[in-house]
């Protein structure tokens, strides 16, 4: 990749898709605009973190299968972690799934906002 011989990094260094996650975290206010990156470096996004991103591993480590089974997937994922189906990668008392796909530069973003009723 271009990007990555510029910046004299082997390949599987670089998360190129990270700065969307970063976008939508500012965009849908977790955050404020320019904090994003800080807020993913703190771990905040990480399985223990206060809002765990993509947890079985993006689509950049799981699958990159087009736009509509992305989401799909994103949705799916959402699902299994609201059951408590997930797991090592279980997110603790999961109760609202944000699902995002969003892409060509952030001109497009589908979200899917699903939740359990508490017992």
Excluded: N, Y
Aim: charged share 15%; proline share 5%; net charge negative.
């Amino acid at each position: 990749m271009v990007l990555e011989a510029a910046a004299a990094i082997e390949t599987g260094q670089a998360d190129v898709a990270l700065i969307v996650i970063i976008r939508q975290l500012e965009a849908f206010g977790f955050c404020g605009p320019g904090e994003g990156g800080p807020f993913v470096e703190d771990g905040q996004i990480a399985l223990g973190g206060s809002h765990p991103v993509t947890t079985d591993g993006g689509t950049m480590s799981f699958s990159h299968a087009g736009a509509s089974p992305q989401m799909l997937q994103r949705a799916i994922r959402g699902v299994q972690q609201l059951r408590g189906a997930c797991g090592p990668l279980q997110v603790p008392a999961a109760r609202v799934a944000l699902c995002t796909g969003g892409g060509a530069g952030a001109l497009f973003t589908a979200v899917v906002l699903l939740g359990r009723d508490v017992d």
